[in-house]
């Protein structure tokens, strides 16, 4: 009876340990944040910059041999084009959103929103959101149509927000890596200071790399500012015939 | 006043992170070209906004140059507003120009009929060969 009361006592204070931990409050991440520490000078031997909230340098992916090719023309066509005043044109130029994980590089400011159940991303250019499903399964890839953004699922472990991507088209490439649609992207996401927010980055691909790469953007608050509205009313560049970016002149 | 709107202006350039969507590979990073002329109109746009203006020639006729801007996202965040510069306002452009020769080109500044010096945070502004005026 003694044993049996004080099992029942343990199994009481490890449910109410485990829904105090379930029920501590995330942190605060909401709000509008801009890009930070990209410029802070260059990287220290382990790789930090020189202000200790700015991120680690991000890391080049490995590719397999199969795909390196690819990569390696491509960038030096990007290359060549750039240095004859030809630049190979992207999806910027179609005012096409840039997709995941690029879209969290944050080259105008993004916003984080927490609502029961959904963390929500929202980047200013091209009025890019995602949307983080929380405490849910995540999908199989073969069930999820490929998109810009992808299917997000994502749990807090204490005060990292863990994100699962997966379901990215293979055009929407993020700095012109190819892959493959077993590309999977892990997120943790959290405060590295009160206004400093951390996305490390983890993207793995069985069929195009050799080995998962970790690439790392950090975010500063910026307490007073409201996303702007972008919407691309008149976009005079395009693609031409061959691939390239060609604008029209108004005369 | 203007002089710290200058200030200011200048500040927010060096401070702010500049980054950009598109490649800015077709305009001349070789020279620049100073444009002095009356305003047409003044569009407040995304993905970019520009300025038209009319140049008159030294043979009596007039040309138009439709210049590029950045997105007016960013050149809100700079301080910009889209009342700055209306039809009519005599202003002058510093342009990097397209290399195709067409009308056009990519603004790095512009003086208003008040004298104030505003920059649209043309991203690594740096790598643009400044040349001065041809006149």
């Known amino acids: ?251 | 006043m203007t002089k710290l709107f200058q200030i200011l202006a200048v500040l927010a350039v060096a401070g702010a992170p500049v980054l950009a969507h598109h490649s800015f590979a077709m305009y001349d990073h070789t020279r620049t070209v100073t444009l002095k002329g009356e305003v047409t109109k003044f569009q407040w746009t995304n993905p970019h906004a520009y300025l038209d203006i009319d140049v008159g020639q030294k043979d009596g006729t007039t040309k138009h140059y439709s210049i590029e801007m950045t997105s007016i996202n960013m050149m809100t965040r700079l301080g910009w507003r889209s009342n700055m510069i209306k039809a009519g306002d005599r202003v002058s452009v510093t342009m990097a120009p397209l290399l195709n020769g067409e009308p056009s080109g990519l603004m790095l500044d512009v003086t208003l009929p008040d004298g104030k010096k505003l920059e649209p945070g043309v991203p690594a502004v740096q790598t643009f060969k400044r040349t001065l005026p041809e006149d």
């Open chain 1, 1 to 251: 009876m003694r044993i049996f009361s004080f099992g029942v006592l343990a199994i009481l204070c490890a449910v109410t340990l485990g829904a105090q931990q379930k029920t501590a409050a995330p942190p605060n991440i909401s709000g509008a944040w801009e890009r930070f520490g990209f410029n802070l000078g260059q990287p220290t031997a382990d790789g930090q910059r020189r202000d200790g909230t700015a991120p680690p340098r991000s890391e080049q992916p490995t590719l397999k041999p199969a795909f390196q090719k690819e990569y390696q023309d491509r960038l030096a066509a990007i290359r060549d084009a750039n240095a004859k005043g030809a630049p190979i044109a992207t999806g910027a130029v179609q005012c096409l959103g840039e997709g995941m994980p690029a879209m969290m590089q944050a080259t105008f400011p993004i916003e984080f929103l927490q609502s029961p159940g959904q963390v929500t991303v929202i980047e200013e250019a091209f009025t890019q959101v995602r949307r983080i499903r929380l405490d849910q399964p995540q999908k199989k890839i073969e069930d999820v149509e490929p998109g810009f953004y992808g299917h997000s699922v994502g749990h807090w472990e204490g005060d990292t927000l863990v994100v699962d991507t997966i379901g990215i088209k293979e055009n929407i490439r993020y700095q012109n890596v190819p892959h493959s649609d077993q590309m999977r992207i892990r997120e943790k996401i959290h405060l590295a200071t009160p206004d400093i927010l951390w996305d490390e980055i983890t993207i793995e691909d069985p069929v195009v790399l050799e080995k998962p790469f970790n690439v790392y953007y950090a975010f500063r608050r910026m307490p007073n500012y409201t996303l702007l509205e972008y919407i691309c009313e008149d976009n005079r560049e395009f693609r031409d015939a061959n691939g390239i970016q060609q604008i029209h002149v108004n005369k």
